[in-house]
């Protein structure tokens, strides 16, 4: 394989916090180790159209600090056929791209090890979502943020008037994954979390209810992991009001934004060290690996496995909430 | 009129962020001028039923900065009878309680007001909500607070990736009054603000997307404020999605999340000077008045002007938003 | 008077958190009435050596939520010379710019009232200063971000272990100008302030000492303003340490992150306003002008009322500290 | 050894946030196993003076977000003498007390260790300090956070000015550990951090001064960990502006504020987690251990390992830190 001079990066996907400070990494990195570095515009769109802009270290001062990501991210129906993806490589031929680095989640990175077997390109996966629901990494970057987010938003409703039988519903991200639920409703303090990898969540609402939310006399406060829409905790609010008309219920839905904010310092370290650690791993030759971390440590996951596998939840987790919440 | 000894104090209604320094500052003023007193918990309920408790000036150390109210609130249907009036008023008898400071919006002052009235007893409101909507004073307790808490969430929805077409919906408090939209609206650099202020919500929707939401190519922000019920945001979302199918549309709602946190500078300078003012007035002799803040110093306000008139929107507002979101 | 068709704009001393909003919304009205604007960097600096650059709608875009200024400000002592400012006003013809637009605090506006008389160039200043020291308007751009920044610095040291005699010194900005210090203080239920209005600062020690700070048992909080220089709050503690030596004494020094951070609702909104009203009042013909807020409205407050005089400490929030401290 | 029927809990040292957390984690899952729960106050004081309390469920309602510590912490020099431990101990057996859970840091682990053994009382400890330097566990209750509160202040600090040979001195915590002021750093995109684990801080300070602090033209911002005293970066900054006068160095000191502090999502979820685990611990037997995470599980480490052993900084970080602030 040839030596490496140039480095393509581009986020993809929904955006996650702390993309910003992996895009910062890997161009530092980068310039440290003397390569050259391309920044793809609006993910595999900018790939396709070839909106794309030399990085210098300059570029990426000041905005470690900021959510979002300065690459943009959109969807790309063109990269999902043969003639999009060879329009996308053309471009990459055209700007002198050696390599490719890819931010994102399940989707971004199934893209990335398509493209990389059709062209024999060197291709490196970062774990960006706040979901957290890549295997072979114990924690993605934008995850963390997402979480304290989600804590800040239930302190504030834990915060207003307790009184009986009074029930708020909030929900969260994570269609596939209960992590933000789960450990949300852990750290928030409150009493239950609907997640997906249970029963369904009509079912879980039932035995809530059964069990009476809980003993004392505030009010609960329960997580819900958003459905297929947006909404679905309206839905459960629904129920509950006509079947149990004592129980004063709330919703929030906090939506979107908890795709945003300024990343947590755990997010901006992972991001940090996953971004260096990509320029490294593209040096000594690796390819087509997502860089995760595994007990503290950096590890290397072949494409194919972070795709194809579920992070399971932890017990531990569960029993801990199911104990707090008496 | 016999000389105050003792002072009760209550929070009624929807909490606000501030109520805790209010109250810190009605009972240190209180022990600073010799005088006694009494909280009374969970509003008119806790004056009916007795759950009325001697406070020092030790039980309100470390409050200040605490959102929601360490007197709770609640409904009381009760005090709306005049037999539970007669029982409330037997506790005041009982606690030697000479004056009642009310903390709260305009049904809460409401219900000061009568109660005055049918027992002579000498009331003071102070204005706690965070809609902002009560007549006589510049600003509530609560409001500041819950303006920045909107805006926290405002800026993390405008991280996300900015792509076409792309809309979002912030629900946000205020049945019958656009204070928090508008301002939030203008704050948060959004798009537009739909306020009940103005003609039907849904015409509102329509003048917005008949002037194409904004010229430019990044995403829309539009705040709404709520409906009868929470959710009138997502009604809202289901017809620009059907009529409108291009445009991507995603919808957050706050609810209660807005009530809580701890309370802004401002609300806890307005909370405290607030409270020393009730003190000073009761002092003075003033009864059945609402202490509020206009022109930044201390005015007091009937309580029937305080309840009967509506505060309006200010229109330079109005063109501010309009100027700045094109 | 020729008809004002190209603004320019500039920041200049201290940074303070709503700079941004009065450039995004300078920027926008006067592109919403016609207007060309140019964008000047580093304050008086870049009018000096040309460093100037035309300022869209879209290059405003996304920045009311950002701290610092996107201008830059920065130290000039050409400016302070008659041949700088000569080199200035070339500049300013060169660039075709008709009236210039100052954001900035009592330095600043001196600046530009010197300019304006000697060039005859209209001149419009905005009061950006965390100090909140400018005579004429109620509040200036960046105090309010600035007081609740100190907010949350004193409330965090409030949550530390709360033993007998200890006793935290947290200096603060305002040098000449105790606002910051007092107010912070009342927000944040601090034992008391010390402040460049009242007696020397070893007086006010001295008083507070024979006080005994307070009488209660958990630890003390005093908020400093600083001296001429930073760490003035060292000294004092080494006084106390030495001379009272069974008082356990800890600094905090804040420095200049009381001038960062994402502004306020209250400061965004002021700086909206403030904006449109100067590109309204330029329209209108005045210059040579402040635009302030008075009782919630627009004012213009020539440059040397606005500089000349100082803004006093209210008596009324000298004694709510009081009180509410015992 | 007897059965345990009820676990005594204590926070000493200096606070952390999430001590709460635990507190309430050890109270619930102690209760939901049957035992009864003491809550001691004032540290190892409370234990010599007796200031003990039965702790329900409901005592610990709503205080995972509070930062510092219901239980207080204070010195105790009593405990370190042999009759302060014996008064100790008869209070233990006065309140029946078969077991104490100590949270706190390295002295206070030492302090139930010795403890333990005089008494052969089972004890378990909680890793609790903000430092994160107790070996057998990745990561201490209240470091996260404090690394967050770090992160805020520096990112207000970089919004400021960025003018030419500006330079900023934060000190954060860590006498003896630079964990803070490393990942700070690296969080937050600092150019340096001066630590413990290095040469002196004076050479560490030349070494940066000579290789010019930063080749970039925006200002330079080093993370020192703090000396034996606070305000050692006060004297760097000395040092600096005598010998390098063209330097304009600033200074913050955040000290205690550090401590303080609505726990983070992670510092609760970890709480949660070691006080779940102390109690299961005690069940089944184990006594004299700390209770920590290595790799996302649950450990038992005995005292004498978590006390005499030093956690080591990560070269990798090292060299993050060194590519990145380029």
Do not use: W
């Amino acid at each position: 394989m040839k030596t490496i001079q140039c480095v393509g990066i581009l986020t993809s996907g929904g955006d996650a916090p702390g993309m910003n400070a992996a895009i910062r990494a890997i161009t530092r990195a980068a310039v440290y180790k003397g390569l050259k570095v391309k920044g793809i515009y609006r993910g595999y769109k900018g790939l396709v159209t070839g909106e794309i802009k030399e990085f210098k270290s300059e570029d990426v001062s000041n905005i470690i600090q900021m959510g979002g990501t300065i690459l943009k991210t959109a969807r790309c129906k063109e990269f999902k056929t043969e003639e999009g993806r060879k329009q996308a490589y053309e471009n990459i031929q055209k700007e002198g791209i050696d390599a490719l680095i890819v931010i994102g989640g399940d989707g971004s990175l199934s893209g990335a090890r398509i493209f990389a077997q059709e062209y024999n390109l060197p291709c490196i996966g970062l774990p960006g979502t706040i979901d957290n629901d890549l295997f072979g990494t114990d924690i993605t970057i934008g995850y963390d943020t997402a979480l304290n987010t989600i804590l800040d938003a239930v302190d504030k409703i834990r915060d207003t008037a307790s009184s009986h039988e009074r029930l708020f519903f909030v929900e969260v991200m994570g269609r596939d994954a209960g992590f933000l639920a789960l450990n949300g409703a852990i750290a928030a303090g409150a009493e239950a979390a609907i997640i997906p990898e249970f029963s369904t969540k009509d079912d879980q609402l039932e035995a809530l209810i059964s069990r009476g939310f809980r003993k004392s006399k505030t009010s609960s406060i329960v997580l819900v992991a958003e459905s297929e829409l947006t909404g679905g905790a309206m839905h459960l609010a629904e129920r509950v009001k006509n079947e149990y008309p004592q129980y004063d219920v709330r919703v929030t839905i906090l939506g979107h934004l908890q795709r945003g904010g300024s990343p947590s310092a755990n997010d901006r370290i992972l991001a940090s060290r996953l971004g260096v650690a990509a320029i490294d791993a593209l040096m000594e030759g690796y390819h087509n690996v997502m860089i995760g971390i595994e007990n503290d440590e950096v590890v290397y996951v072949p494409f194919r496995k972070a795709i194809k596998n579920d992070k399971p939840i932890k017990e531990e987790l569960v029993q801990v909430l199911a104990e707090l919440s008496i």
